[in-house]
């Protein structure tokens, strides 16, 4: 058993405002082992994005991490000032955001932008610096590499953009890429080559990939396990096929009920009434009881913790001791 | 068989992009244009659904917007009811947006956003009863009358498009254009407005023009279901049909790249969608079909019938190459 | 439905930011100051400076009341006709703030009805206002200002007092109406794709409602910040040419004109005739662009 890549435990983010403390994040645990995929699926407000943002050290102030830890192999990350994350971030840990129009720089080439991030992380020369800003091109699958490293980022096509975001990150040799909506500004049949190339990249490389998505089809297709969360906690974690086929948390299976699919046209479409709850006015004990269609007793009053339920572990009493 | 409530005929819209201003001075015709769409038709009866399907640059936006009147057509013409498309018909044709921040007035309360409408088109209403009517619309979509005192920060994304439908019900039109309504919203949602669509399109036999990129969406929504690819129709379909059997390349390839469908060792696709300046000669989608010859290379395809009441616009699938 | 808007305004983010800012609240406090003795100079003023039968020559050029010759008579000493000075900076505050919120006002109207027409427009008629525009830039202000004013005066003469303020008044409107014109023409040309003008152009309401009541309101806000900023600068025109002699008659003297007044006995010592309408102009000045400032910042949403 490899200890995990990254190992957070009992996380708890909290945004200061006018109005009062709001927690984005409370007590969230989960581990990552090198080279895995792990999803962070939720709907907008659940948390995934300030996750990753945690992650990676780019909690926008006055956000801060007011609880628990966050380890990078082994060591603590969570507490870091900007400089100490100057060694790590773009290094061991990169990042990848949806749009990548604002992620280049418009006025730098292609391969200025690769060149300056790989000389920043490892010594070489300006020609070494070249030759491998062409290859990380070429690796993500942009034709005529070698060529391109002198276009500026508005002469790419979007997919091609997204592409040249990816060999950004890929520069720094990272162990970890937090991925935030990576495929969800591109048209569909880009969506797949670019869940395929994040795919490809992590067998070959071992890299392990935390994929935050609101999109359950494309962590169905590259991801190894998911996290699903609501309401800044997470519901059920565990390996995909389970998440999607025999989700043991309501509103999974909800989520999962929700999505029209290719496969069976259904009448209606599964429909979880209500809202996810403002961050501001969490309700008690669990946070999805309000809306839950098998609401029973203890659901209003205690809080579940992630327990065993079959495949995957769901923050649900329906599973306490083995019920289901 | 009723006739149809809403008609494109061979749509078509070319955008001119200006040029220096002494070129225009000089009245020279504008260097570059940009073929939105081209040739597009189809009809849509009372009470069903005809879904637009293409990914962003397929022209599907602006068919959406030249069936209500917020573009004028280059070629083609727009039928509502049999009449052309004027002024008169406003009423008929109404829109939901794709966008619940932008497409309510950020500084108008919800009750003048849904009364607008009434106001505009319905002169002999006062404004009490224009009150009393929006207080049912809002009902109508599951919303409270009183919601109509508050303004739209106030509400989340689908209760946005709720509201949006309600200003679209509003003079009861005949027709509806849907661009992407549901892109925006989380799946529970989604769930929610897209079934609450239905259940109004069958209590008030409106017809949908449901423009989307997602083919689950439009799967479960749609009657009939038209495929755009670089400003034309290449497949035209009832939906079941469509789904499956597609027949044009375009359509498979579409369909293969929906996430979530788990086939290992299927290829992903090569290429984007052309650049709409500059299009390829012959079939557009030459560049990456699989099938394509010297034909596709140099003649365009036009929309032939095909076996089972689908409309295809492929060499390959005409000459039996599929 | 304007009492909705208001309250809402109250509790919302900027109100909040404002009431929280003590730049603002100072501003506000002495701007209330200034504005209340303007208003009440006929009632609060000691002395009725510009009604010549009261006037007294033998009071001429006093100090002020703190020093050894000063009468506490009059408090901020008296000008070369024995005008109290005091009193004299009230009506003639008065008259600067009337002129500068007038001025502004219009140039407001003007520009903001430019800019939307511009924005929303698009094409040839935008881009002959933002020539026109161009053209209003490179000049400066006060030389455009004098311009106007002199052609007025010259074309009338004889003009009634009242007419040369109005000729002022839109002298200085003319100058600043540019930089509403090119601000709400750059909200515009955003507001204008935005899908709520698209679902009231689908519904068939003519361009001008749409320009009216869709988008002006989303507008506004910048131009307000604007407004408060450039009252000051109107203020601060006014009090320029009238102290080139050029500016309000002399019968309703503002405090440029005080200043103007002051000035020829500057170098005898009687120091106290110029200053006292200086300081006036500065903290009014000040406590405008103070609270322009803050209500840039608590408008601004990165600052939240």
């Not at chain 1, 890299?207 to 519901?235: E, K, P, Q, S």
């Not at chain 2, 570059?32 to 397929?58: C, H, M, P």
């Not at chain 2, 009811?81 to 939901?96: E, I, K, N, S, W």
């Given at each position: 058993?490899?200890?995990?890549?990254?190992?957070?435990?009992?996380?708890?983010?909290?945004?200061?405002?006018?109005?009062?403390?709001?927690?984005?994040?409370?007590?969230?645990?989960?581990?990552?082992?090198?080279?895995?995929?792990?999803?962070?699926?939720?709907?907008?407000?659940?948390?995934?994005?300030?996750?990753?943002?945690?992650?990676?050290?780019?909690?926008?102030?006055?956000?801060?991490?007011?609880?628990?830890?966050?380890?990078?192999?082994?060591?603590?990350?969570?507490?870091?000032?900007?400089?100490?994350?100057?060694?790590?971030?773009?290094?061991?840990?990169?990042?990848?955001?949806?749009?990548?129009?604002?992620?280049?720089?418009?006025?730098?080439?292609?391969?200025?932008?690769?060149?300056?991030?790989?000389?920043?992380?490892?010594?070489?020369?300006?020609?070494?610096?070249?030759?491998?800003?062409?290859?990380?091109?070429?690796?993500?699958?942009?034709?005529?590499?070698?060529?391109?490293?002198?276009?500026?980022?508005?002469?790419?096509?979007?997919?091609?953009?997204?592409?040249?975001?990816?060999?950004?990150?890929?520069?720094?040799?990272?162990?970890?890429?937090?991925?935030?909506?990576?495929?969800?500004?591109?048209?569909?049949?880009?969506?797949?080559?670019?869940?395929?190339?994040?795919?490809?990249?992590?067998?070959?490389?071992?890299?392990?990939?935390?994929?935050?998505?609101?999109?359950?089809?494309?962590?169905?297709?590259?991801?190894?396990?998911?996290?699903?969360?609501?309401?800044?906690?997470?519901?059920?974690?565990?390996?995909?096929?389970?998440?999607?086929?025999?989700?043991?948390?309501?509103?999974?299976?909800?989520?999962?009920?929700?999505?029209?699919?290719?496969?069976?046209?259904?009448?209606?479409?599964?429909?979880?009434?209500?809202?996810?709850?403002?961050?501001?006015?969490?309700?008690?004990?669990?946070?999805?009881?309000?809306?839950?269609?098998?609401?029973?007793?203890?659901?209003?009053?205690?809080?579940?913790?992630?327990?065993?339920?079959?495949?995957?572990?769901?923050?649900?009493?329906?599973?306490?001791?083995?019920?289901? | 068989?009723?006739?149809?409530?809403?008609?494109?005929?061979?749509?078509?819209?070319?955008?001119?992009?200006?040029?220096?201003?002494?070129?225009?001075?000089?009245?020279?015709?504008?260097?570059?244009?940009?073929?939105?769409?081209?040739?597009?038709?189809?009809?849509?009866?009372?009470?069903?659904?005809?879904?637009?399907?293409?990914?962003?640059?397929?022209?599907?936006?602006?068919?959406?917007?030249?069936?209500?009147?917020?573009?004028?057509?280059?070629?083609?013409?727009?039928?509502?009811?049999?009449?052309?498309?004027?002024?008169?018909?406003?009423?008929?044709?109404?829109?939901?947006?794709?966008?619940?921040?932008?497409?309510?007035?950020?500084?108008?309360t919800v009750r003048e956003i849904v009364g607008e409408p009434l106001r505009?088109?319905q002169?002999?209403m006062g404004r009490a009863e224009r009150h009393v009517r929006v207080g049912e619309l809002l009902a109508a979509v599951g919303l409270s009358a009183d919601d109509g005192a508050r303004?739209?920060?106030?509400?989340?994304?689908?209760q946005?498009?709720r509201i949006?439908i309600a200003r679209?019900l509003a003079?009861d039109?005949?027709?509806?254009?849907?661009?992407?309504?549901?892109?925006?919203?989380?799946?529970?949602?989604?769930?929610?407005?897209?079934?609450?669509?239905?259940?109004?399109?069958?209590?008030?036999?409106?017809?949908?023009?449901?423009?989307?990129?997602?083919?689950?969406?439009?799967?479960?929504?749609?009657?009939?279901?038209?495929?755009?690819?670089?400003?034309?129709?290449?497949?035209?379909?009832?939906?079941?049909?469509?789904?499956?059997?597609?027949?044009?390349?375009?359509?498979?390839?579409?369909?293969?790249?929906?996430?979530?469908?788990?086939?290992?060792?299927?290829?992903?696709?090569?290429?984007?969608?052309?650049?709409?300046?500059?299009?390829?000669?012959?079939?557009?989608?030459?560049?990456?079909?699989?099938?394509?010859?010297?034909?596709?290379?140099?003649?365009?395809?036009?929309?032939?019938?095909?076996?089972?009441?689908?409309?295809?616009?492929?060499?390959?699938?005409?000459?039996?190459?599929? | 439905m304007?009492?909705?808007?208001?309250?809402?305004?109250?509790?919302?983010?900027?109100?909040?930011?404002?009431?929280?800012?003590?730049?603002?609240?100072?501003?506000?406090?002495?701007?209330?100051?200034?504005?209340?003795?303007?208003?009440?100079?006929?009632?609060?003023?000691?002395?009725?400076?510009?009604?010549?039968?009261?006037?007294?020559?033998?009071?001429?050029?006093?100090?002020?009341?703190?020093?050894?010759?000063?009468?506490?008579?009059?408090?901020?000493?008296?000008?070369?006709?024995?005008?109290?000075?005091?009193?004299?900076?009230?009506?003639?505050?008065?008259?600067?703030?009337?002129?500068?919120?007038?001025?502004?006002?219009?140039?407001?109207?003007?520009?903001?009805?430019?800019?939307?027409?511009?924005?929303?427009?698009?094409?040839?008629?935008?881009?002959?206002?933002?020539?026109?525009?161009?053209?209003?830039?490179?000049?400066?202000?006060?030389?455009?200002?004098?311009?106007?004013?002199?052609?007025?005066?010259?074309?009338?003469?004889?003009?009634?007092?009242?007419?040369?303020?109005?000729?002022?008044?839109?002298?200085?409107?003319?100058?600043?109406?540019?930089?509403?014109?090119?601000?709400?023409?750059?909200?515009?040309?955003?507001?204008?794709?935005?899908?709520?003008?698209?679902?009231?152009?689908?519904?068939?309401?003519?361009?001008?409602?749409?320009?009216?009541?869709?988008?002006?309101?989303?507008?506004?806000?910048?131009?307000?910040?604007?407004?408060?900023?450039?009252?000051?600068?109107?203020?601060?025109?006014?009090?320029?040419?009238?102290?080139?002699?050029?500016?309000?008659?002399?019968?309703?003297?503002?405090?440029?004109?005080?200043?103007?007044?002051?000035?020829?006995?500057?170098?005898?010592?009687?120091?106290?005739?110029?200053?006292?309408?200086?300081?006036?102009?500065?903290?009014?000045?000040?406590?405008?662009?103070?609270?322009?400032?803050?209500?840039?910042?608590?408008?601004?949403?990165?600052?939240?």
């Open positions: 058993m490899t200890a995990p890549l990254l190992s957070v435990r009992g996380l708890r983010v909290v945004f200061p405002t006018r109005r009062g403390d709001l927690v984005a994040l409370d007590d969230v645990s989960f581990e990552m082992a090198p080279g895995e995929i792990l999803g962070m699926v939720g709907e907008s407000g659940a948390g995934k994005s300030v996750t990753g943002a945690a992650i990676a050290g780019l909690l926008d102030p006055p956000g801060h991490v007011a609880g628990g830890e966050i380890r990078f192999d082994g060591q603590r990350i969570d507490q870091l000032t900007q400089r100490a994350w100057q060694p790590l971030r773009g290094r061991h840990i990169a990042t990848i955001f949806q749009d990548p129009l604002t992620a280049l720089n418009p006025l730098y080439t292609v391969g200025r932008q690769l060149t300056e991030t790989l000389r920043t992380h490892f010594p070489m020369s300006a020609a070494a610096a070249r030759r491998r800003a062409a290859e990380l091109l070429s690796e993500t699958g942009i034709p005529g590499a070698a060529s391109r490293l002198d276009d500026h980022p508005h002469q790419f096509s979007g997919g091609m953009r997204q592409r040249v975001v990816i060999a950004l990150a890929l520069a720094g040799e990272p162990r970890l890429i937090v991925a935030d909506e990576p495929t969800t500004a591109l048209d569909v049949s880009v969506q797949a080559q670019i869940t395929a190339l994040l795919r490809r990249l992590s067998r070959e490389r071992g890299l392990a990939v935390m994929l935050i998505t609101h999109d359950m089809g494309v962590v169905a297709d590259t991801c190894d396990r998911v996290a699903v969360m609501y309401a800044g906690r997470i519901a059920e974690i565990g390996p995909v096929d389970a998440i999607v086929g025999r989700p043991g948390h309501p509103y999974t299976a909800g989520l999962m009920g929700a999505i029209p699919g290719l496969a069976s046209p259904r009448e209606r479409l599964v429909q979880i009434d209500g809202a996810m709850p403002r961050l501001t006015a969490i309700p008690s004990g669990c946070a999805f009881h309000p809306r839950c269609p098998r609401v029973f007793e203890p659901c209003a009053s205690r809080r579940p913790d992630l327990m065993p339920a079959g495949a995957t572990r769901a923050a649900c009493w329906l599973h306490e001791g083995g019920l289901a | 068989m009723s006739s149809p409530v809403v008609e494109a005929i061979d749509l078509s819209k070319r955008f001119a992009l200006p040029d220096a201003w002494w070129r225009r001075a000089l009245g020279r015709p504008p260097r570059r244009a940009l073929q939105a769409v081209a040739d597009v038709s189809f009809s849509i009866e009372r009470g069903k659904t005809f879904g637009l399907v293409g990914e962003s640059g397929s022209g599907k936006t602006t068919v959406g917007r030249l069936m209500v009147g917020l573009h004028a057509p280059s070629g083609g013409a727009v039928r509502i009811g049999g009449q052309p498309f004027g002024p008169a018909l406003r009423r008929q044709v109404q829109m939901v947006f794709q966008d619940p921040y932008a497409s309510l007035n950020p500084r108008w505009e088109q002169h002999g303004f739209p920060h106030q509400f989340s994304g689908g946005r498009q949006s679209a003079t039109p005949s027709f509806l254009v849907c661009d992407e309504p549901t892109s925006a919203l989380d799946v529970s949602v989604q769930a929610q407005v897209l079934n609450l669509m239905k259940d109004l399109q069958r209590e008030r036999g409106v017809a949908y023009l449901f423009i989307s990129h997602n083919l689950a969406v439009v799967r479960h929504v749609s009657d009939e279901v038209g495929v755009m690819y670089a400003g034309r129709l290449v497949e035209r379909s009832p939906a079941a049909a469509l789904f499956a059997r597609p027949r044009h390349p375009y359509t498979r390839l579409l369909l293969d790249a929906v996430p979530g469908q788990r086939r290992d060792g299927a290829v992903p696709p090569q290429g984007e969608m052309p650049d709409p300046f500059d299009p390829p000669a012959g079939c557009a989608f030459h560049p990456r079909c699989p099938l394509a010859n010297e034909r596709c290379r140099a003649e365009r395809p036009r929309l032939l019938p095909a076996d089972g009441g689908v409309q295809v616009a492929c060499h390959a699938v005409a000459e039996g190459r599929d | 304007i009492a909705a808007r208001w309250r809402a305004a109250w509790d919302g983010d900027v109100a909040w930011a404002l009431r929280r800012s003590p730049g603002f609240l100072l501003s506000l406090a002495l701007l209330v100051l200034l504005v209340a003795a303007a208003l009440l100079a006929d009632v609060i003023a000691p002395h009725r400076p510009f009604d010549l039968a009261t006037l007294d020559l033998l009071d001429a050029r006093l100090p002020p009341a703190w020093t050894a010759e000063g009468s506490a008579k009059y408090l901020l000493g008296t000008d070369g006709q024995g005008r109290d000075v005091l009193s004299a900076l009230m009506f003639g505050l008065r008259i600067s703030l009337a002129v500068g919120l007038v001025a502004t006002a219009i140039s407001l109207v003007i520009g903001v009805t430019l800019g939307l027409v511009a924005g929303y427009a698009g094409g040839w008629v935008d881009a002959l206002l933002m020539r026109v525009c161009d053209v209003m830039l490179s000049f400066p202000p006060i030389l455009v200002a004098l311009l106007i004013d002199g052609v007025g005066r010259a074309l009338l003469p004889q003009a009634h007092d009242s007419l040369a303020l109005a000729v002022l008044i839109a002298a200085i409107a003319l100058t600043g109406w540019v930089p509403y014109a090119r601000t709400v023409r750059g909200s515009t040309m955003v507001e204008r794709h935005k899908d709520y003008v698209s679902a009231a152009r689908l519904i068939g309401v003519p361009g001008g409602r749409i320009m009216r009541r869709h988008v002006l309101p989303n507008v506004m806000g910048p131009v307000l910040v604007l407004a408060t900023l450039q009252v000051g600068t109107a203020i601060l025109i006014e009090a320029t040419l009238s102290y080139l002699g050029v500016g309000v008659p002399a019968t309703s003297p503002s405090l440029g004109t005080l200043i103007r007044i002051g000035n020829e006995l500057l170098l005898s010592g009687d120091w106290w005739i110029s200053v006292f309408p200086g300081l006036v102009l500065v903290l009014a000045t000040l406590s405008i662009n103070g609270m322009g400032d803050a209500l840039r910042d608590a408008l601004n949403p990165r600052l939240r």
